[in-house]
């Protein structure tokens, strides 16, 4: 148990329609990643969030949104859902590093999506 | 931006060291190099990282080449539980910087 929790575990819904994924990081952790992992794209790294602040940005979609609360638990927004979407969602979380982002990250076990 | 290239699988006999290997040969000077496993579809599990130094933990250990453009992930007696897809992960490093490249990952097959 790597301490990150993601809800919910599953996730099934239809083209259109819009969701939200929840992650709790570890207790004392700043940064919350998010990643998406389908079969034919392995892992992809979409956003960070560090203390409050969007930190980095990869491959997130413009349907897709996330924040981070100042209790640091994330959300990340999926809207206008496309088939393509289906995947494994995984949100991770890292405490501060030396140097600045040396950080080891801790893995949720995932939310995984079904758009039909 | 650095990217990594890795086999996309390897046999391994249980009890034996398993020698995982991954090509980063546009690696830059402030590029950190991790090892992250994945077991069936869990979460990534953390293994290890370095810089330059090889490193050591109880799980594995990573060497890097001096040139830095490659890097090989030891578990030293693999088990059967350590089937899994391995990543090697090269990661910027800085603020407001933080970019990740996942390789394809090798599939690990640690047989009886």
């Known amino acids: 148990d790597s301490g990150v929790t993601q809800t919910p575990k599953h996730l099934i819904t239809a083209t259109g329609q819009r969701v939200t994924l929840r992650c709790s990081p570890r207790s004392g952790d700043l940064s919350v990643y998010w990643y998406q992992q389908s079969l034919d794209q392995g892992l992809q790294f979409l956003i960070q969030?560090?203390?409050?602040?969007?930190?980095a940005k990869g491959n997130i979609l413009e349907r897709f949104s996330a924040q981070q609360f100042p209790d640091l638990h994330s959300e990340l927004n999926l809207s206008s859902l496309e088939l393509g979407d289906s995947a494994l969602y995984f949100c991770?979380?890292?405490?501060?590093?030396?140097?600045?982002?040396?950080?080891?990250?801790?893995f949720g076990p995932g939310t995984r999506l079904t758009v039909l | 931006d650095a990217k990594t290239t890795q086999p996309p699988s390897m046999d391994c006999a249980e009890g034996r060291a398993a020698n995982l290997p991954c090509n980063h040969s546009?690696?830059?000077?402030?590029?950190?190099v991790y090892w992250y496993r994945q077991i069936h579809s869990q979460g990534p599990q953390y293994i290890i990282h370095g810089l330059k130094n090889n490193e050591t933990n109880e799980m594995a250990s990573l060497i890097i080449t001096e040139d830095r453009k490659s890097s090989t992930l030891i578990l030293p007696h693999a088990t059967l539980r350590d089937t899994a897809v391995y990543y090697c992960i090269v990661r910027a490093i800085g603020y407001n910087f933080n970019k990740f490249y996942f390789g394809s990952g090798t599939k690990l097959n640690v047989k009886p």
């Open positions: 969030y560090y203390n409050g602040e969007e930190r």
């Open positions: 991770a979380s890292s405490a501060p590093g030396t140097p600045f982002g040396a950080d080891t990250q801790y």
């Open positions: 546009t690696i830059s000077g402030n590029e950190y």
